[in-house]
Antibody, heavy 119, light 108 residues
Framework: EEHLVGSGGGLVQPGGSLRLSCAASGFTLSNYAINWVRQAPGKGLEWVSYISSTGSTTFYADSVKGRFTISRDNAKNSVYLQMRSLRAEDTAVYFC????????????WGQGSLVTVSS | ESVLTQSPGTLTLSPGDRATLSCRASQFVSSNKLAWYQQKPGQAPRLLIYGASSRATDIPDRFSGSGSGTDFTLTINRLEPEDFAVYYCQQYGSSVLTFGGGTTVQIK
C-alpha cells in the first residue's frame, strides 16, 4: 500500500526555523512531484510549495517565497520543507501531497505535521 | 488568482439523502481542471474527483462531479454515515493553485 509519512513538526518561536520531512513507502518517490499544503487551525487548505520529480523545478506561494525552501533526496525517498523566519501566521498542519506536474491535483496525502509558531 | 467559492457553507442532511455541493470560480477553469476532496476530523484530505468528473481510484459511484467553465458541482447520492465530512474543491488550471473554503456535510 502507498503512503506518505510526514514528520518534523513542533513548537518554534517567531523568527525561528524548522525542517519538515516527507517519506514515501509502497512506491518510488522519484517518479512523482511532491507538494506541501497547509491548513491553519479550523481553516481551509492553502497550497505552499511544489517540487518536480527530479528536483529541478520548484514553485512557492507568495506567502512563503523567500522564507521556505523545498528540496528532495530521491536516494532516501524523501522530500523536505525548510522553513525560516517563521511567523505566527505560519501556524498550521502541513501536509505533503503527491502529484505529477504543476499545476496538478493531489492523489495521495501524508497524515500532516503540526507546526506551531509562538513565543 | 482564481478564487473558489463553495456553497452552502453547511449542509444538514440525513443518511440516504442526496447532497449537492457547489463550487464557483472567479475565473474560467482551464480544461475543467477541478478536483474535489473529502476531509474528516484529524485526517488528511482524500481525493474524490479530478478533471471535474473523473472518480479517483476506489471512490464509490455514489460520488459524482459535473460542471465546466466556472460552475462545478459535487453530488453524493444516498449519503452513507461515513460521508459526513468537509468537502473542498481545488482548481489546478492556473499556476497558482487554489482551494475553496469548504462545505461541511453534517448529520441531521
Amino acid at each position: 500500500e502507498e503512503h506518505l509519512v510526514g514528520s518534523g513538526g513542533g513548537l518554534v518561536q517567531p523568527g525561528g526555523s524548522l525542517r519538515l520531512s516527507c517519506a514515501a513507502s509502497g512506491f518510488t518517490l522519484s517518479n512523482y512531484a511532491i507538494n506541501w499544503v497547509r491548513q491553519a487551525p479550523g481553516k481551509g487548505l492553502e497550497w505552499v510549495s511544489y517540487i518536480s520529480s527530479t528536483g529541478s523545478t520548484t514553485f512557492y506561494a507568495d506567502s512563503v517565497k523567500g522564507r521556505f525552501t523545498i528540496s528532495r533526496d530521491n536516494a532516501k525517498n524523501s522530500v523536505y520543507l525548510q522553513m525560516r523566519s517563521l511567523r505566527a501566521e505560519d501556524t498550521a498542519v502541513y501536509f505533503c501531497a503527491r502529484g505529477w506536474a504543476h499545476p496538478d491535483y493531489f492523489d495521495l496525502w501524508g497524515q500532516g505535521s503540526l507546526v506551531t509558531v509562538s513565543s | 488568482e482564481s478564487v473558489l467559492t463553495q456553497s452552502p457553507g453547511t449542509l444538514t442532511l440525513s443518511p440516504g439523502d442526496r447532497a449537492t455541493l457547489s463550487c464557483r470560480a472567479s475565473q474560467f477553469v482551464s480544461s475543467n481542471k477541478l478536483a474535489w476532496y473529502q476531509q474528516k476530523p484529524g485526517q488528511a484530505p482524500r481525493l474524490l474527483i479530478y478533471g471535474a468528473s473523473s472518480r479517483a481510484t476506489d471512490i464509490p459511484d455514489r460520488f459524482s462531479g459535473s460542471g465546466s467553465g466556472t460552475d462545478f458541482t459535487l453530488t453524493i447520492n444516498r449519503l452513507e454515515p461515513e460521508d459526513f465530512a468537509v468537502y473542498y474543491c481545488q482548481q489546478y488550471g492556473s499556476s497558482v493553485l487554489t482551494f475553496g473554503g469548504g462545505t461541511t456535510v453534517q448529520i441531521k
